[in-house]
């Protein structure tokens, strides 16, 4: 049964630093990997989409990376600023119905 | 930018009535899905459609009920709304293969009363 892990849970860094956000899975057998963005109360934003093929992805100051023989991926946020204090959420695609979703990573970036 | 779109976004309602939160998307997308989520806790999903006249219970029960009559729609009902309903439903859809991106619309924050 695919699991999908996000470390840390919650963190908390000061305006400037580069940050990474971790997202691990239990199964490598997936189409692709989905990162995503939720601010509070709010929907879900597509960030970045990594394919099963594909080992990095990038849009602006974020990069994604995807080793899917060791089933990690990894969110690169450069340059953190205030308004990127969400919830980053990973998901990975199996190829069935269905997105399994990481617990989420809380990111605060302090003014 | 994704098109797909919650109605109402905010609903405080009494127990006993019967509610539909509705989803509209226009990128064609063939798959349409139905998350809960409590605040701050994980996405659990309750009803997928695969097209039109598809749909299939997720892996959370839910007494809610679902409907694809067109491609565009993905209404989600509530018969008899109870204070165990209150949670935020998010709608998703997806078109394409295996290896498309997702697309989530702004959710519904339902609070039954």
């Known amino acids: 049964k695919q699991e999908v892990t996000q470390i840390p849970a919650a963190l908390s860094v000061p305006e400037g630093e580069n940050l990474v956000l971790n997202c691990s899975f239990t199964?490598?057998?997936?189409?692709?990997l989905q990162w995503f963005r939720q601010d509070p109360g709010k929907g879900l934003t597509s960030l970045l989409l990594?394919?099963?093929?594909?080992r990095e992805q990038t849009s602006g100051r974020l990069n994604a990376s995807l080793d899917k023989s060791s089933g990690r991926s990894t969110l690169y946020i450069a340059a953190s600023q205030p308004g990127d204090s969400a919830t980053y959420l990973c998901?990975?695609?199996?190829?069935?119905?269905?997105?399994?979703f990481g617990t989420g990573t809380r990111l605060k970036v302090l003014a | 930018e994704a098109d797909i779109y919650q109605t109402p976004r905010y609903l405080v309602i009494g127990t006993g009535k019967k509610i539909t939160l509705e989803c509209s998307q226009t990128?064609?997308?063939?798959?349409m899905y139905w998350y809960q989520q409590d605040p701050g806790m994980e996405l659990h999903l309750i009803h997928y459609?695969?097209?039109?006249?598809?749909?299939e219970k997720g892996d959370l029960s839910s007494e809610s009920t679902v409907s694809r009559i067109r491609t565009e729609h993905f209404p989600l009902t509530l018969e008899s709304a109870r204070p165990s309903h209150t949670s935020q439903y998010l709608c998703?859809?997806?078109?394409?293969?295996?290896?498309?991106?997702?697309?989530f619309g702004q959710g519904t924050r339902l609070t039954v009363v």
């Open positions: 990594i394919q099963s093929s594909q």
């Open positions: 459609s695969y097209g039109v006249n598809s749909t």
């Open positions: 199964d490598s057998a997936i189409y692709n």
């Open positions: 998901a990975v695609h199996p190829g069935t119905y269905k997105y399994i």
């Open positions: 990128m064609g997308h063939d798959k």
């Open positions: 998703a859809s997806r078109g394409g293969t295996a290896n498309t991106e997702a697309f």
